[in-house]
Structures are given as C-alpha cells and as structure tokens.
C-alpha cells in the first residue's frame, strides 16, 4: 500500500525535479499531487515520462490524510504551511532554509547522518540541507570517520539554477545578447553573471561572510561535528546546472592518501573518479543528471599536518535538493519510521 505524496512548488525547477526523482526512482506513492501558489493553480507539470498533474492551489489546500510533504516554495511561505502540513500528520521534507536551525527539526543527508532522523517527531518537520553543503558531507563523511576531520576551507563553483529558474534564465539572455553587442542590465544577480563570476551568494552578514558561507559552516557542524571549523567563500559561476567545489581539509589523525581512496570508494553515494592525466576528473557539466557526488583532484595538503585537498562535483538540483529529499522519505519507508493516514 503506497503514499499519499505532495510536492509543493511543484513547478519550480527544484519543484519539477522532485516530480521527476519520485518518479524514477519507483518511490511507493499511491497518489502524487502537485501544489503551487494560486497565480500557477491550474497549470500541468509533468510526473514521469507519461503521466501530467494538474497543479492545486497551495494556500486552500487541505493536508489532511497527506503522507509526505516534499517542500521547496521558497523559505517564507514554508513557514506558514509547513507548520500547517505538519499540524494536519504530513511528515515535511523542507528545501528551503526556514528550519535548517531550529533545535528540534533534525538537518539530515541520508549519507551522513540518517540517525538524526529520530528526532523528526518533534515538529513533524525534516530539513533538507543546503545545496553546497551537502555535497561537501558526502565526501567529507568517509574520511571524518577514518581521519577526523579539523578544519575545512573550501570555494565553491555554484550553478544560476541554485537561484531559480529565473536565474537561469538571466544567464541564458544575457549571454545571448553579449553576441548582439546588447548589455541588459542584471537583474537576478548584484552585478553581470555572463562570462563573469560573482563572490557573493545571498545577503552580507555583519563579519563579511555571506548568509551562503555562513550556511555552509553552521550546517556542517550541525550534520557531521559540531567540532569542526569551516570557513567557506561561496562564488556564482556561468554554469547552468553543477556546483563545484575546491575543498583543503585538516584532519586530527595523520592521513593516508591509499586509505582515503579506499574511504571514499567505499561511501554511499561518493563516485571516486581521480586519474592523474588530462581530464581525468569530472566537471559540473558531467554531474548534471547524476546521483553521486564525485571526487576528483584528492592530494595532500602540504601547507598544514594532516592535511588533504580535493575537488567535488554534484548537481544540485538533484543531489543537493531533489534525491536527497526523497532519499529522507525512502529512509523513513525503510525504517519504518512513516505510518500511512487515513485518506
């Protein structure tokens, strides 16, 4: 006997890749519904490769004898239905980073820390992490586990899509009109992201760093160690579609490259792919549409005791939203840890 599912912000791109993950991967919903704000009521988004859903109107839908809410509207209207959801018996997968913080609602890759998920109750509310973060806990895992991990200093490589559809679309146009001699103003980003990369993620915080930075810190300590000090530069790149990231860890136990490839090829969901020649090791372009988080570029950190360096690629609107929610509802499943509503 299967699911009653709701995805809402059923058509937005993060929205339309957790109709398309569900989808695929055979998750056992009975009945998948599609909900978005009252402007896209009405309209059809696609679920798997035959199947149209007609989207409801969020803001009058009633939750009751819902299963599993998949969640990624945007932060502020999270915060008024996911409570709702949650109130009416939907265990709620949130995407967005309303709850991300919050003492008793457990921030979970299913990877890295599944137990975690025994606090869900709580609220009924299950975060998802940030995009950025979790693909660098998919790979730190494995080697904090064997090395125990210090210290991390990573840059990143983020994608237009972390941004929106809307985001993708500036890039899109206004690389277009570069070939037209147009210069559109940006409107999306603070300053031109065609042939361009921009430093800044999310608002400034009172110390410099970014809300997209400080996200990346938090959040790790909060998932894999509370023990562990991240600083983070967090960079917009004319990508599409993948997040990169340049990641020099320092670990407390001295650190063997041969045991960290055997780590790393052993982790759930890590695809080591590190050849030392010419393109060997993979590129936001290659991830898109993949599972994994792959690591390439694994060295030795000279520069500190202990140290390693490597580069990961995810997409992240897969992995680093989309897969992970439904892996958080497959574990439940597997767990037992969801009981199906009266309809």
């Known amino acids: 006997m299967g699911y009653r599912v709701a995805v809402v912000g059923a058509t937005g791109a993060v929205g339309r890749e957790m109709l398309k993950t569900v989808a695929e991967r055979g998750f056992p919903a009975d009945e998948v519904i599609a909900l978005a704000s009252g402007r896209s009521a009405g309209t059809e988004v696609s679920f ?23 969640f990624s509207p945007g932060a502020a209207v999270s915060a008024v239905h996911a409570p709702r959801a949650a109130a009416a018996g939907c265990v709620v997968i949130d995407n967005t980073s309303q709850f991300r913080m919050e003492p008793d609602v457990p921030l979970v890759v299913p990877e890295v820390n599944p137990h975690h998920l025994a606090r869900f109750r709580a609220r009924n509310i299950i975060a998802n992490p940030n995009c950025s973060t979790i693909q660098m806990v998919v790979a730190l895992k494995p080697l904090h586990d064997r090395f125990k991990v210090r210290r ?28 037209v001699h147009e210069q559109p103003a940006p409107e999306q980003f603070t300053k031109e992201i065609a042939f361009n990369c921009i430093p800044q993620i999310d608002r400034f915080m009172d110390d410099g760093a970014t ?23 967090c960079v917009r790149v004319p990508v599409f579609i993948g997040h990169g990231e340049a990641v020099h860890v320092e670990f407390e136990r001295p650190v063997d490259i041969a045991a960290a490839r055997e780590a790393l090829r052993a982790a759930p969901g890590v695809s080591l ?11 936001p372009l290659e991830c898109q549409g993949e599972d994994a988080v792959f690591v390439s570029r694994l060295r030795r950190d000279p520069t500190v005791a202990n140290g390693l360096a490597f580069w990961c690629v995810a997409d992240n609107l897969r992995k680093g939203a989309a897969l992970n929610a439904v892996q958080i509802a497959e574990t439940l499943v597997a767990q037992g840890m969801l009981q199906k509503q009266a309809a």
Request: hydrophobic share 40%; net charge negative; no cysteine.
């Open 48 to 70: 798997g490769e035959r199947r149209v859903l007609k989207v409801q109107n969020l803001e009058t839908f009633d939750f009751a004898g819902v299963d599993i809410g998949l």
């Open 152 to 179: 991390v200093v990573v840059s990143t490589y983020q994608s237009v899509s972390g941004a929106g559809k809307e985001a993708m679309d500036e890039l899109f146009n206004h690389t277009r009109a570069t070939f």
């Open 211 to 233: 809300k997209e930075e400080w996200k990346m810190t938090v959040e790790t300590r909060k998932i894999l160690d509370p023990d562990i000090a991240v600083v983070a530069t």
């Open 273 to 283: 792919v590190d050849r030392r020649e010419d393109g060997g090791y993979v590129t």
